[in-house]
């Protein structure tokens, strides 16, 4: 099983309930959450990749301005299925392209999008450390534990 790290963003924590009907009815299992309050400097550390674009500042501010909801999702292939769940970055777009996405159905534009999803292995597992310091490593593939001893 994969695991992806899924935020609900401040403009739709109150569909927390809704889009936890949507993760689970499309087979995902929510292995932990959260309720948290990003301080602006947890916010540009998280989205650090992203420093030093134009939309830095406000998307940072933004996910500091009220409270997020932060979900470990695990299911096979994990990470491209809750993207896919949440459709295009921009919301008006998803409404055109994905229209029972998560975005177009509670996001707003292309920064109050409603959902964060990981985008690769290497990000699910940053940003899962991230919310949560004492989450389990997943476990290696026999090959690689057997090549670890070798
Ligand atoms: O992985 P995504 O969230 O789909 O998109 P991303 O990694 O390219 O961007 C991260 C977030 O930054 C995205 O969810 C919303 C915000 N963002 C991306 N592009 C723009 C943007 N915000 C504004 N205001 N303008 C943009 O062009």
Redesign the pocket.
């Known amino acids: 099983m994969e695991r992806t790290l899924a935020i609900i963003k401040p403009d739709a924590v109150q569909h927390v309930d809704d889009i936890v009907y949507a993760i689970e009815a499309d087979g995902f299992t929510i292995i932990d959450k959260q309720h948290i309050h990003l301080t602006i400097d947890q916010a540009r550390d998280f989205?650090a990749e992203?420093n030093g674009k134009p939309?830095f500042e406000?998307?940072t501010k933004f996910m500091s301005s009220g409270p997020i909801y932060v979900m470990i999702l695990s299911r096979e292939n994990a990470i491209a299925r809750w993207r896919r769940l949440l459709g295009p970055?921009d919301s008006v777009q998803a409404r055109e392209a994905a229209p029972h996405s998560i975005r177009a159905r509670f996001g707003t534009d292309?920064?109050r999008?409603a959902c964060?999803?990981s985008?690769s292995r290497t990000s699910a597992d940053r940003e899962i450390r991230f919310f949560f310091p004492n989450a389990t490593v997943e476990p290696l593939p026999n090959s690689a534990q057997i090549a670890t001893f070798l």
């Open positions: 989205y992203h939309f406000p998307l970055t292309n920064q999008n964060h999803g985008d």
